[in-house]
């Protein structure tokens, strides 16, 4: 089982649209973790951390699952700019993150 | 504020030849260091990671080595490069109290043929 889950998408979707992500992890004693944006033949960028209370940022919401081991982002009123590629990313210690393999996502006008 | 480099941007090399990519940051002191590789169509991988000057943990035996000369630079290099070491190599850094959000430089893109 890969320590990192995700479903690679693509996720197509018209502009306003809301999409959610899932992401699963196997390592119950992971201790942060984050969503990073990575536009195509870019470097990934932060896109938010993902607290246990959940977090929100704009038209972006993440949530944390420790139970399920599952990690969330919700995207509402998706844009045009919102196409890229979604990274779940767990820190399973020693500063050491572990990437999934992203969500492709495709916002069409 | 800080930034991170990385060069070449670009890098179309023979089998068999050297490699030798550089990272440097700027505008932080005593960063953590990774090198991530990240192949066609797949994840992000952990290379190597540093602590400090001449502190390298490797995660991935394979033919390329890493070297922390100075507080802010990081190199990865191969003295002989395979074709399945094409990819695109991201450096991270982070830095004092958030060690654990990895901010990322340009990446260099890597064709061995």
């Known amino acids: 089982r890969k320590e990192v889950e995700q479903d690679p998408g693509p996720f197509n979707v018209p502009e306003g649209a809301t999409v959610a992500f899932n992401c699963t992890y196997s390592?119950?004693?992971?201790?942060?973790f984050f969503w990073y944006r990575q536009d195509c033949r870019k470097e990934p960028k932060l896109l938010m951390s993902v607290y246990s209370s959940g977090n929100e940022d704009g038209r972006f919401t993440a949530q944390l699952n420790r139970a399920s081991q599952y990690i969330s982002l919700l995207i509402r009123d998706s844009k045009l700019s919102d196409s890229a590629t979604y990274l779940c990313v767990v820190n399973t210690g020693f500063q050491k993150l572990v990437f999934g393999t992203g969500t492709r996502l495709l916002v069409s006008p | 504020s800080q930034t991170i480099h990385q060069w070449p941007a670009t890098l179309v090399q023979p089998v068999g030849s050297p490699l030798s990519l550089e990272c440097t940051v700027e505008?932080?002191?005593?960063?953590?260091l990774y090198w991530y590789r990240q192949a066609a169509g797949r994840g992000l991988q952990l290379l190597f990671y540093?602590?400090?000057?001449?502190?390298i943990s490797s995660e991935v035996p394979q033919n390329l080595s890493a070297s922390r000369p100075q507080d802010r630079q990081f190199i990865l290099s191969s003295k002989k490069l395979l074709l399945s070491d094409s990819g695109f190599y991201l450096c991270?850094?982070?830095?004092?109290?958030?060690?654990?959000?990895?901010?990322f430089g340009p990446g260099t893109r890597l064709l061995v043929l």
């Open positions: 390592n119950s004693a992971s201790q942060s």
């Open positions: 991270a850094w982070t830095s004092g109290r958030d060690q654990e959000t990895q901010y």
């Open positions: 540093s602590v400090g000057i001449g502190q």
């Open positions: 505008g932080t002191s005593n960063p953590n």
